[in-house]
């Protein structure tokens, strides 16, 4: 049995996503995907999204890969080194100098180090917000969460904001089969299972929730659920039942020629064109890559899905998000990113590593292939860390400052902006808010950050409440 999963539910409710086709039953006559499509049109025609690009032109980038590494990285052995402050502060490592005079980072990104040409380092990012789940609902949304410093928060009203991935979803278009936003490998959820807000459509409703793939991709077996064929269902029974299908349109045009029912045919048709392989099967098989090349992104489930995420780029994907998820070995008091025990052994050892190989390499690879200039690369957490090493060698959570990595798009590389204090614990000067990243992120994907739109009730609103950051682009 052939499945496609699709948005009919939220993206971080933990439930099982309602399918878009079955090829069997009345699904074998392409008669339900068409029609989550064809609603799919109507919806936005319904809420009438004016173009946002009309008239005038913002941004470079075609697309967008954002990389966020769940848990917070600490500014410290990053981007913004404190090499003259104690060793509490400053941590078991030390800075090193990139390819751009007087910037320095973190020792553990050699790298990374060699590409900060390419790369706009914002120093003083700033939520105010020490939860993961409320922080980051505002890095992903670009509005606060109503209340602050909420832990374990649930999707939900006052928090409804739609995510960048949502509104970028909602506004572009399909291309190739693909939808216009993705986010893999999984969803963003604290220890429990608890999912964060901010990881859908929300008041755009879920029409505008971004594909979300569970998946591995560094496993030996990867495939995409959906877009492989039962063995019982061979190419030429698609066929025939293609075939079925535009019988049944001949015969339901007799009755209706109307435009209506010739936008359900197309996305019929549409519906087996995915089936059928073109380049939405063909951006998923990894193993068409040079086996140097897998290997030169990391051979484990982040490194695989960032390239992952470039092969999606290519195949018309306006935005993949990716997001750093719990690795064999984490445990729940030092998950991921959230280095509260052991801060330097698993940056040094697990996280640092594994980063800088696949982020070097994404932006390596994207600059070979002609697509660093069309591609925004966004480098992000919710928060960073505490400026001060506990009893457990850890860093705890700190939104008051941290910093966060832009790169392609027409992104100025080689430059930091904003700086924070001599211990990296509170913004200097430059400081800006997530809202301001988020407008930053639309404006590189031409889109303008204070168009209007509209929510399933008509009420309006704009992209963005905040400001592009005009030195960065």
């Not at 948005?7 to 069997?24: F, Y």
């Not at 917000?129 to 374990?152: C, F, I, K, R």
């Not at 991921?336 to 640092?352: G, I, S, V």
């Not at 080689?414 to 700086?419: E, P, R």
């Amino acid at each position: 049995m052939f499945s496609l999963l699709d948005k009919g539910t939220r993206l971080c409710d933990g439930l099982n996503r309602r399918e878009w086709l079955r090829v069997g039953g009345l699904g074998a006559l392409g008669l339900s995907l068409p029609t989550l499509l064809e609603a799919r049109a109507a919806d936005r025609t319904r809420r009438g999204a004016a173009p946002l690009s009309a008239g005038a032109s913002f941004g470079k980038a075609k697309s967008c890969i954002l990389l966020f590494y769940l848990g917070g990285p600490p500014q410290h052995e990053t981007w913004d080194p404190k090499d003259d402050a104690p060793v509490e502060v400053r941590g078991e490592s030390h800075s090193i100098p990139s390819n751009v005079p007087g910037i320095r980072v973190g020792e553990w990104m050699p790298r990374t180090a060699k590409l900060l040409d390419h790369i706009c380092v914002l120093r003083a990012m700033s939520t105010q917000d020490n939860a993961h789940s409320s922080s980051g609902y505002w890095m992903l949304t670009g509005v606060p969460h109503q209340p602050m410093n909420s832990e374990n928060a649930k999707p939900g009203a006052p928090n409804d904001w739609p995510c960048t991935a949502a509104v970028v979803h909602h506004l572009r278009p399909s291309k190739n089969g693909l939808p216009s936003a993705i986010v893999l490998p999984e969803p963003i959820w604290n220890t429990g299972m608890i999912y964060w807000p901010g990881q859908d459509g929300g008041f755009l409703g879920r029409t505008a929730d971004p594909w979300l793939i569970r998946c591995d991709p560094s496993s030996s077996d990867f495939q995409i659920p959906g877009l492989s064929l039962s063995a019982d269902l061979t190419a030429p029974r698609l066929g025939a039942r293609l075939s079925l299908l535009e019988q049944v349109n001949r015969g339901l045009d007799r009755v209706d020629r109307s435009e209506a029912m010739a936008r359900f045919d197309q996305r019929s048709q549409q519906a087996f064109d995915l089936l059928r392989a073109g380049k939405a099967r063909q951006a998923f098989a990894l193993d068409r890559e040079p086996a140097v090349l897998r290997d030169r992104y990391g051979r484990n489930r982040w490194g695989q899905s960032v390239l992952l995420a470039r092969r999606l780029i290519e195949a018309g994907v306006s935005l993949v998000q990716v997001n750093w998820m719990r690795m064999p070995g984490d445990t729940d008091d030092s998950p991921a990113w959230d280095t509260h025990n052991k801060n330097a052994e698993r940056l040094k050892n697990h996280l640092m590593p594994k980063m800088d190989l696949a982020y070097s390499a994404l932006l390596e690879d994207l600059e070979g292939r002609g697509l660093l200039e069309e591609t925004l690369v966004v480098w992000m957490g919710e928060f960073g860390r505490s400026p001060k090493i506990n009893r457990g060698g850890g860093r705890d959570h700190w939104g008051h400052v941290f910093s966060v990595a832009l790169a392609g798009g027409g992104v100025r590389g080689g430059q930091v902006i904003g700086s924070s204090d001599k211990i990296g614990a509170l913004p200097r000067d430059g400081r800006v808010q997530p809202q301001d990243l988020t407008a930053t992120i639309f404006h590189c994907l031409d889109f303008s950050p204070h168009t209007e739109m509209r929510d399933t009730l008509g009420r309006p609103f704009v992209l963005s409440r905040g400001e592009v950051i005009r030195q960065a682009v």
